[in-house]
């Protein structure tokens, strides 16, 4: 800030002025006329900061206190030096667009960025458990048995930064948070890279000599397996009590020699199992060819290091698979024993469930307003299993009305699927799952857990299923239509829990598939319902839809749709959209729009100080960019990349792409679904060479091959070619009797083989069903004309 800049403002105590300009967030100033201490700079935004956590090189971290969402929040704010430093402001906003990309439970989440006092902010989840470092400095050596889980957890996490395309590049015990509970969060993107084509290239050296892995010390290319270096040396100063070198300099000549003669774990730390040293020590491998090739293969190994450590590996089985099903038999026999012995829910009315107790007999059409709302539905006696039912369904309330979407989806998901949860409870903890999941701008996890419920409410009787097939039923079946549900063909005028949370989930789709304003007639029938009044647990998804209300407001009604005619203006409509970010009540689409359309401000910033570049090239760095991520199957990615671009790409082709591209999400989604009632013998080839001869899913998220030796390996997609996932589809389709179905499932798989596979071959698949289905020919023959070959 400049000398000649003044910000005044006056003491508490006698009024006087006080010019604050060169004073550092959160200080103390001594009023020079009546000695009185003054706290100042505490506003950031609508963040109150309440106390300094830490200080770093270039930024420092506050605790502060949300008031709009009445909750604490971590607030990094850059020093003043480098706020000056467009390239470290740069940096910075990266950082934050970096982390705010990509959503996993064990990634501190960013909510927002801004500017006060001419320093920029970041705002983010507040981890209130300290550092891994901590931990490793109070004990000396952390126990195996305390390390491993927290490194499956982090593992998972550098798993959901790599999906995104990121490596971290600065993993450290430091930027390892530990929550309340004593889960692991990674933390500080500041240095973290784009991966193009997996792998990246720093312009800069800045890590922690540590940890740093040898490719990086002369700044070569680096990919995912530079993070899984500098994890496994973390790991290894946790369990062995100190770093695996001792080397603090950053000369590249004393680091790389101080890399090749790492002592290995088991030398430096005997007491420790044999498979977590070898664990340690490959992911620490000098070459990176020597490393985990995959965080799946990681996991897998720290899976089965984990047994050793609490000595029940059991040397009889060939990997983690076997082990983790014979644990669940287990379980599953002592719930069947539970049940055996009196498992009757218990009826607890409270006010965080969305269960529906009906109270005049089964079978009859009731008013909403003799519901009573509950956990469970029986005589009363409780049992073990009610309690700890009703104990997991109201944490997974809270973690909702706290904002942790992620977390309330995966418990309302686990008592979905387990069949001693008694009805209601488990149907409207799926429907719950699926609101969970939208609301965290996931909507292929909700279309998923749609599937999920649908299946279960047809598998009920009907005494027990009537008002969810009626009230939500048809609202399930079409999650997966592209077309927006149309408020103007539904019957608004209706009431009840049921049709409110239909009601709901059809808002929620239009919002999250772009259709804003078809989602307002939704939200607003859900404000305004007189039925609901008085009732605690909806009254909490009525505000909550009042929030997507006020978010509707400010979309049309902010800077969103102003062309900046110069880079200045560019700059200041991009700074205008951070503060809107600031008022922001909802994630997913609303807060993906703001930031896309600052991205093509930023982008239009760049092109109106150096306009050289011709449109048809940059038309064609973005169909690369498509190529690129079809190649890999993230398809939500494709869908954001197309909203970003503005006069590169035509209206009609951005909008007939977005077609294609929804179409080609839901390939993948609908095979899952098919494998997880029924795995599927088929011969196919994964990319690596190997070849499998059955796929299931064990899971609604686990993707399981046998191979030809019989082991079982956990899969990904992208293990696949494009081909021989179009054999797997056509395998599957063979048991498909439904003319409708079969069309539309063809009509997915072109679409994906256009995007992501041989745009030929697909063109050919869309010629003979064009010759076999007069609508389809339509369709495609519009959609064709406007499509590049």
């Not at 030096?81 to 390239?87: H, I, L, N």
């Not at 199957?633 to 909203?643: C, G, K, M, V, W």
């Not at 030796?709 to 389709?733: A, P, Y």
């Not at 079969?742 to 009509?747: I, Q």
């Amino acid at each position: 800030m400049a000398e000649s800049e003044e910000e005044i403002i006056v003491c508490y105590a006698c009024a006087a002025p006080m010019n604050i300009a060169s004073v550092v967030p959160y200080s103390r100033v001594v009023c020079p006329d009546c000695g009185t201490e003054n706290r100042v700079k505490k506003h950031f935004g609508p963040y109150m900061v309440t106390r300094r956590h830490a200080i770093g090189g270039m930024s420092s971290v506050f605790v502060a206190k949300d008031d709009t969402l009445d909750r604490e929040v971590a607030l990094k704010i850059l020093s003043e030096e480098y706020s000056k430093d467009e390239t470290r402001i740069a940096a910075f906003e990266q950082e934050a667009r970096l982390t705010a990309s990509f959503s996993h439970p064990h990634v501190v989440r960013v909510y927002t960025t801004g500017r006060a006092f001419g320093l920029f902010y970041i705002a983010m989840e507040f981890v209130p458990g300290g550092h891994f470092e901590h931990r490793i400095r109070e004990l000396g050596k952390v126990p195996e048995t305390k390390v491993i889980p927290l490194a499956i957890q982090i593992a998972e996490g550098l798993k959901g930064a790599q999906s995104a395309g990121l490596i971290h590049r600065d993993i450290k015990p430091g930027n390892i948070l530990l929550d309340s509970e004593g889960s692991a969060k990674i933390v500080d993107f500041g240095l973290a890279l784009v991966t193009k084509g997996g792998k990246a290239k720093a312009t800069e050296i800045w890590a922690t000599p540590f940890y740093v892995p040898p490719e990086a010390i002369e700044g070569g290319v680096e990919d995912f397996r530079a993070d899984i270096y500098a994890f496994g040396a973390t790991l290894y100063h946790a369990l062995a009590g100190r770093p695996p070198c001792s080397e603090e300099s950053m000369s590249t000549s004393l680091l790389k020699a101080a890399k090749m003669k790492v002592v290995p774990l088991k030398k430096a730390a005997p007491e420790l199992t044999d498979e977590i040293c070898a664990v340690i020590d490959r992911a620490m491998a000098y070459e990176s060819n020597n490393r985990f090739q995959s965080y799946d293969e990681m996991i897998v190994e720290l899976k089965t290091s984990l047994k050793a450590a609490h000595g029940e590996l059991n040397r009889d089985f060939q990997g983690i698979t076997k082990a983790e099903r014979r644990a669940q038999l287990r379980d599953q026999k002592k719930r069947k024993m539970i049940t055996t012995v009196g498992i009757i829910t218990l009826c607890m009315a409270v006010v965080v469930s969305l269960i529906l107790i009906r109270t005049s007999g089964l079978g009859k059409k009731k008013d909403s307003s003799s519901t009573v709302v509950a956990v469970g539905d029986g005589d009363g006696s409780g049992s073990e299993n009610s309690q700890e039912v009703a104990s997991r369904y109201h944490s997974a309330r809270r973690a909702m009305t706290m904002g942790d979407y992620n977390k309330a989806e995966k418990v309302f998901s686990s008592l979905l699927m387990e069949q001693d949860v008694q009805e209601p409870t488990r149907t409207w903890a799926g429907l719950e799952a699926v609101v969970a999941a939208f609301m965290d701008g996931r909507t292929n996890d909700a279309r998923r857990n749609a599937k999920l419920v649908e299946r279960h409410i047809a598998s009920n009787p009907p005494d027990l299923s009537a008002g969810f097939a009626v009230g939500v039923g048809p609202i399930l079946r079409k999650l997966d239509d592209i077309p927006f549900f149309d408020p103007a063909e539904m019957n608004l005028d209706e009431n009840g829990t049921e049709r409110f949370m239909g009601f709901l989930i059809a808002g929620l789709k239009n919002w999250e598939q772009g259709g804003l304003e078809e989602a307002v007639p939704f939200f607003r029938k859900i404000v305004e319902d007189p039925s609901l009044k008085g009732n605690g647990v909806l009254s909490w998804y009525r505000e909550t839809a009042g929030y997507y209300l006020s978010d509707y407001d400010l979309l049309t009604s902010g800077p969103l749709d102003t062309e900046p005619k110069d880079p200045k203006e560019c700059r200041k409509t991009i700074d205008e959209l951070n503060e809107t970010l600031t008022l922001m009540k909802t994630r997913g689409r609303a807060k993906f729009n703001i930031r896309a359309r600052q991205l093509d401000l930023a982008r239009l910033e760049k092109d109106l100080k150096d306009p050289r570049k011709p449109l048809k090239d940059r038309a064609k760095e973005i169909w690369k960019e498509i190529d690129s991520l079809a190649t890999n199957y993230r398809f939500s990615e494709i869908d954001n990349l197309i909203a970003k671009t503005r006069n590169e790409l035509s209206e009609g082709l951005k909008n007939t792409l977005t077609v294609v591209n929804s179409a080609a999400g839901l390939f993948l989604p609908e095979i899952e679904s098919d494998l997880l009632n029924k795995p599927v013998k088929i011969v196919l080839n994964l990319k690596d060479g190997a070849k499998i001869n059955s796929l299931a899913m064990a899971d609604e998220k686990k993707l399981l091959g046998r191979l030809d030796s019989g082991e079982v390996r956990e899969l990904k997609w992208k293990d696949f070619h494009t081909d021989q996932l179009i054999e797997l589809h056509r395998e599957i389709l063979q048991g498909v009797t439904d003319g409708q179905k079969r069309l539309r499932r063809h009509e997915l798989a072109i679409a994906f083989e256009w995007l992501a596979g041989d745009r030929r071959r697909a063109r050919s698949a869309a010629e003979k069903l064009s010759s076999e289905n007069s609508d389809f020919k339509t369709r495609w023959e519009k959609a064709a004309k406007i499509l590049p070959r």
